[in-house]
């Protein structure tokens, strides 16, 4: 099982907070990301980061913010969130230059 | 860039009969097509995948097929059970790129 840990896994905000998911690590991966999903549908990518200080958009625009300030740490922050946001965040993490990637266990948010 | 087509979106077999899904993808240079199966409520898991380099591999009752010229790539699963019953989305991407995902395909499996 793949070492890939998300917080918080289930969280209900109100519109208009600011939400940070929290995303590590512990493979000593370089490379890590962020799918959208909702339940059973596709999966959309919205960021990833070759490393440290590495931050791309993904296929899907979003209005999430990340930052990759530690190898092992990927966080993803709504500044402030709606209820469109309402969905499942995965992240997941590969080796640089192999593109087997392992998800984390998701982090269920729904905006009310 | 990459796109990936899978079919069916959705199937329905009964308990020990196989179950196939065919993904078709874009890019030539595409060399690396994984399989993952999503059980409900829970992450994407690898289940099989292949390379470029090889054209079947099997793991007990899944195995994955690969035609490069006609650029498709097929899970193939025999005596299926209950338990297999879960949304399976294939993969492809190049070296250097980016996993691009099918948009899944929902098995169920009726006793």
Not at chain 1, 46 to 70: A, C, F, M, P
Not at chain 2, 25 to 45: C, H, I, M, T, V
Not at chain 2, 63 to 76: C, D
Request: hydrophobic share 30%; charged share 20%; glycine share 8%.
């Amino acid at each position: 099982e793949a070492d890939i840990y998300q917080t918080p896994r289930y969280l209900v905000i109100g519109t208009g907070k600011k939400i940070t998911l929290e995303c590590s690590q512990t493979m000593g991966h370089d490379k890590m990301y962020w799918y959208q999903q909702d339940p059973g549908m596709e999966l959309h990518l919205i960021h990833y980061s070759y490393g440290v200080n590495s931050t791309e958009k993904g296929d899907l625009s979003s209005e999430s913010t990340v930052s990759r300030i530690r190898t092992e740490h990927f966080p993803l922050t709504l500044e402030s969130a709606r209820p469109s946001h309402t969905s499942q965040y995965l992240c997941a993490s590969s080796e640089l230059g192999r593109n087997t990637i392992y998800f984390g266990e998701g982090s269920w948010l729904t905006v009310v | 860039g990459e796109n990936v087509e899978q079919h069916p979106s959705t199937l329905s077999v009964q308990e020990g009969d196989s179950a196939v899904i065919k993904c078709t993808y874009s890019d030539s240079a595409s060399n690396y097509f994984p399989w993952y199966k999503q059980e409900l409520g829970k992450r994407p898991q690898l289940i099989i995948d292949i390379r470029s380099n090889v054209g079947e591999k099997k793991d007990q009752r899944i195995a994955v097929t690969l035609n490069k010229t006609a650029k498709h790539f097929s899970l193939h699963i025999t005596e299926t059970q209950p338990e297999d019953s879960a949304v399976y989305f294939c993969a492809a991407s190049h070296s250097q790129g980016n996993l691009i995902f099918g948009k899944g395909t929902k098995l169920s499996v009726k006793p």
